[in-house]
């Protein structure tokens, strides 16, 4: 049966805590690197502009690759949008669909896109609509959102990578933000410890 008690549970069967902790890193990664690569280079105008670009090349690049070494359904290669000129990425484990996207908070409801429309498709309602029981090919449509930290002084590290549900017109998301850097906050204390200790090195 579905609702909104069970989307937690399909994820967490279909994304068990190894991918979902990959997820958090292959995105903190990817934001540090568009960080530490623009900041010596260009001033703060120019990389204002930038940034958004390059940073979302480096989190999705690092999914895919993430994507094909743990051999993820559609992952580890760009999809095409509805206009044939940009590319997104999905992850697809089980009867779950992830695309990810930037945010401003865990809560903003991204800008509407065809493909994201395409994906929740009405099937979406099954798994949150408690009247209703998912067919065997249902998916679940989930997004990885990942955005800036509250104090924006400290900009080097992202300030969530968090996994929403949206229904299925992208009209609002169901239950809560699942911050996979507060869930799995002692990996995320020692990869930013490790990535400052990296950038210390090179610039020694």
Known sequence: MGGSADYQRIFDQSFDDRLQRGIMRAAVVGWDSAYRLLKPRLDYWARHDALPHLRRGFVENNLRAFAKTRRLVSGSKGKVNFANNSFHTELIAG??????????????????????????????????????????????????????PTDKTKLRFPGFVCVRFPTHDWSAYVGHPINLMTKFSVAFTELTLRLRREHEDVLA
């Open 95 to 148: 009867p779950t669909v992830l695309t990810v996207a930037y945010a401003e908070s865990p809560d903003q409801l991204i800008r509407e896109a065809r493909f994201r429309a395409t994906m929740a498709r009405n099937p979406q309602s099954s798994w949150l609509d408690v009247r209703t029981v998912p067919a065997p090919d249902d998916p679940l449509v989930g997004v990885i959102l990942y955005g800036p």
